[in-house]
């Protein structure tokens, strides 16, 4: 009998696997057939499954989505092949087919502005804050001598805590201060260097005021709200471009001279920068590109989009990521984007296809993924503003989704060739496929 879907479970966590399986199976009509289903996407290799089992809580089995790769990725002169995780159709072939399309062009160009970090430890105090301003040279050096243990190391390979800046909020929020604490983490990401580190400046932030006798009591008492980082990253930026003569983009389309399609390019871009709803959209196509290399490398992609939309609106407005130069001849197409990424660490080293995708990449440094990241984000934005721009999006979305379609009708491998080579020069839609299907299997 199916399970009632409003019942508290307690204790899910410490049951066994299997016993997890049944249970959650006890909710369908056909509990057998859903812990079978579960099963077969377990790993062979018992070893490899329990390392999956243990990177998250309650795991059941595996998600898989395809792996796929953008050859042809020519960065700053150097050719890369690119890893890509990711369940939508299009999103290889549009990085794909922009990366060979400007690889016949010089490739894409890309430096790293800065790589700082950012933390906050967020405190009430009830003093007044040019008290506190006049402590902050002290409280630096205590602060620092403080967390030695932690930073020794990351300081032996060029990083470490940058500066401790002190926030006055006390005008938005009563006693509200904030110490604003910039890092260099190098090749990681660095995120339980900075959240280990903060939680000892609060701590050594308590010892230092508790002991600052010259204060009335009450001032000698620090409330620690909470110590975090953050992931609005504007420091930690890359800046990735593509560019050539007008001339150059001649056959973009048949209809259009390259002038006339690189200022239709351009509208077409600037229009996300004045209107919230279309800056949305294209901004989730560079993240298309962007999630995909993040994924594949073992990166935390809600970390890199949370920083990028709060980059686009750093003027007040949601703005597009991407711009257009169109000056002397040239077209240039930049993407400037916040990208905290490593590549040790976490489930870079742990993942056993995110390290071979960084082996795939030639182990690059976090500063080179940046690059890579940004231009496979620049690649997907480029291709999908040059198909609405000319042909439109549906020709070849849909001709990616055919299999999709196929798929959903249990289309034999034969089927599949058929329909692939009727639909070659056929618009695809669901209703055309299965209209189809209904014709060849009579
Ligand atoms: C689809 O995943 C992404 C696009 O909508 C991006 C865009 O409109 O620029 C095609």
Not at 40 to 47: A, G, M, Q, R, T
Request: neutral net charge.
């Amino acid at each position: 009998m199916k399970r009632k879907r409003d019942r508290i479970i307690s204790g899910f966590s410490k049951l066994l696997k299997e016993e997890k399986l049944k249970l959650v199976a006890e909710y369908f009509e056909n509990p057998g057939e859903v812990v079978s289903l579960l099963k077969s996407f377990w790993h062979s290799d018992e070893e490899k499954q329990k390392l999956f089992d243990e990177f998250s809580e309650n795991t059941l089995t595996n998600f898989v989505i395809p792996y796929g790769v953008a050859p042809n990725v020519m960065i700053n002169g150097q050719t890369y092949l690119v890893p890509m995780v990711i369940e939508e159709s299009s999103v290889v072939a549009a990085a794909s087919a922009a990366s060979k399309f400007w690889s016949e062009r010089g490739g894409f160009r890309s430096e790293v502005v800065d790589t700082k970090k950012v933390g906050q430890v967020h405190f009430s105090w009830s003093g007044r804050a040019a008290v506190l301003h006049g402590l902050m040279p002290e409280l630096r050096q205590h602060l620092m001598s403080a967390v030695k243990h932690i930073t020794a190391n990351m300081e032996k390979r060029g990083g470490g805590v940058l500066d401790i800046e002190l926030k006055d909020f006390t005008r938005e929020i009563e006693h509200y201060f904030q110490l604003l604490v910039t890092f260099e983490t190098k090749d990681s990401m660095g995120a339980n260097f900075i959240n280990s580190v903060l939680e000892e400046f609060a701590q050594a932030l308590k010892v230092f005021m508790a002991n600052r006798l010259e204060l009335p009591d009450e001032q000698r008492q620090v409330e620690i709200i909470m110590s975090i980082l953050s992931n609005y990253t504007p420091e930690c930026l890359v800046r990735t471009w593509v560019e050539c003569p007008l001339s150059q983009l001649d056959n973009v389309d048949e209809t259009l001279s390259g002038e006339a399609f690189a200022r239709k390019f351009e509208k077409a871009v600037r229009i996300a920068q004045v209107d919230v709803y279309r800056a949305t959209t294209h901004n989730k196509g560079i993240y298309n590109g962007i999630d995909a290399v993040a994924i594949a490398t073992g990166n935390d992609f809600r970390a890199i989009e949370a920083a990028g939309h709060a980059f686009a609106s750093r003027d007040g407005q949601y703005r597009s990521l991407s711009r257009v130069e169109i000056e002397d001849g040239m077209f240039r197409f930049i993407l400037e984007v916040p990208m905290a990424v490593g590549t040790v660490g976490g489930l870079t080293s742990l993942h056993p296809l995110a390290k071979y995708s960084l082996d795939m990449l030639g182990n690059p440094s976090a500063r080179e993924l940046m690059m890579i990241a940004s231009a496979m984000g620049l690649a997907n934005n480029w291709s999908a503003v040059r198909s609405l721009t000319t042909k439109g999006i549906q020709a070849g979305h849909m001709k990616m989704h055919l299999f999709n379609i196929l798929n959903h009708f249990k289309a034999t491998d034969e089927e599949k060739a058929s329909a692939a080579e009727y639909f070659k020069d056929q618009k695809v839609s669901f209703a055309g496929v299965a209209q189809y299907l209904t014709s060849i299997r009579k």
